[in-house]
């Protein structure tokens, strides 16, 4: 018998091998296990991020037991990302009213993968939804700068951010988002593209301190640009908001604060809010108010990203947790405590030959020391806060300050770190300014927030 | 819709161009699992096991356009940790007499059936699928001398074999 022959009739006999019918099904039930599995590892991943939230915000020690890690593992995908916008409510509901859109595409250079993994938009904010892996780059990476192109390769004319939390934890997976707040200027774009690039975050496992990260003036990034382009599904927003006129005048300390419109879209709320120019003080921020139910169910200010902005010198816009799927009965403003200031004392005077205040409001504040870090000069304050400020970080200086001979600057970036001493809670704040510049002392800061108040409880109805 | 553009798009995490693209090579992964497995609960048990862990590990195929390769690799790992495990797919030899009385003819599929498992995969992947020893060095991540080696010793055993059933049946 003849070799060949036998490779042909075995070949004839592998070739008439037959396919079973239901061969689909099996394919279909491997891609189902793989899905299932899938999930798992994300919502344990989940587990891990939620815990770092937790430490990084040193709010409370609480060790995830085995028994609620697995309760986190058995959670559907999209809790994932609920764990992620916990902080928000609106969001959570719009997660939990399916207002996200899917987008579940990739970028690998360098053995770390972007992921676009999806996104929630409307007509005034964007969130996408982002997962980094490190597939074995060397570096402990982190998202570094982003920016968002439209079809023409022109940059989106919006503001946006990305929190990021720091742990201990050397994971390699970093899970979080891009917050992007629209303004009457932007256009949005039916293709986004976002071009990242990523972080070499060069600090020990130890640094817990924000002293121990490079100051914003110093990012070293990998070499490559992570490029991604995600459709945007207009039509899923189009006409998505509730508009509410409320042209109502309270007075607190004879400051007149007029709360114009509310307008509340799936992703936030929107309210206008006008200062009287007449008034004696400038209003920095409101401590308490927020959007109330007559259930008493309440929507806050939006802490973790654009918290406003502002419209002209005396009118802006602050943003709140929406309710737009809860779609309430009656809904009312309702506040009690504002920082404030004089606007004669807004300014801060700083003799840098000296090292020493020549003006401040009030001595809460005190500068420690005036030293060199790198290619800036970093300028160290205590301020003293109020109780109340406990959990709340000060970054009191506008970013823009001139000198005596009326130059401006912009700063370096400024970082905020808290602590308590003798019961009194305070800030350690460090301001990075040019080193490089020829100054004209003293320079002159403008305060943007201060631990000064005015108070008086206020109750609007809205609807 | 081509295979490469298919396989980008799977790549990306798209579950229904992986779908199509499994299914494109359906056929091919059943034979060839068919060949280890002689049944068909097995086959398809291996059919599943395949898109789960090619699933699975997608998002870490560097290149779309090996993606075939990539996955007949998973299929045959597979079957060779089965066969390992399990040794009733090899053939007895008193049944290769019985067929081979019948048919006064033997099968090679029964004498590659006792061959190594990675024996077993080379045979079928050169004459069954036709492959060549580059793509079949890729599938198992070996050096081409080391599947050029491999070939020869799967065809040396099966000369022995034949011969020796050509001394019973001459």
Redesign the interface.
Known sequence: MHEDKLYENGKNEYNSIAIPSNIDESILAGIQKAKLYRRKSISQRAALLAACLITCALITMIRISPVFAGYLSELPLFEHIVKLVNFDKGLKSAVKNNFMQPVGISTEHESIKLSIDNIIVDETRMIIFYTLKNNGNPAKIRMGRVDLLDEKGEHLKAAYGITHYYSNDDSSVESNFIDVSFSKETTIPDMLTIKAWIEDVPISSEAVSIRDYPTPTQPKYLASVWELSIPIDKSKFESMKQTYDVYKTIEVENQKITFEQIIIYPTRAAITVSYDSRNSMKIFNFDDLCLIDEKGEVWGSIKNGISGSKLSDNTEVLYFESNYFETPAELYLKGSSMRALAKDKLEIVVDIVNKKLIKAPDNKISLSSISSAGDSYALDFILRKDPMDEGFHYMPFSSIFRDSANETYYDNGSSSSGGMNDGNYFNEITLYIPGDKKYTNPLIFTLDNYPNRISKEFFIKVK | MDILQLCQMAC????EA??KL??EH??QL??IA??YFKN?PDA??A??????????GI??L?EPKYFKTWLIRILINYCIDETKQNKKVLMPVENVDIISSIDG?????L??GQLDPKYRSII?LK??EGFTLNDIAEILEKPVGTIKTWLNQALKK??VV?AEE?KHYA
């Open positions: 990306s995490g798209n579950d992986f779908y499994i299914c359906k056929a059943y034979k068919y060949s068909e398809l048990e059919i599943q096991e395949t898109t789960f862990r090619a699933y699975k998002r870490k560097k003819d033997i099968e090679l599929k004498l590659v079928i004459y069954y099966l000369r034949l050509g």
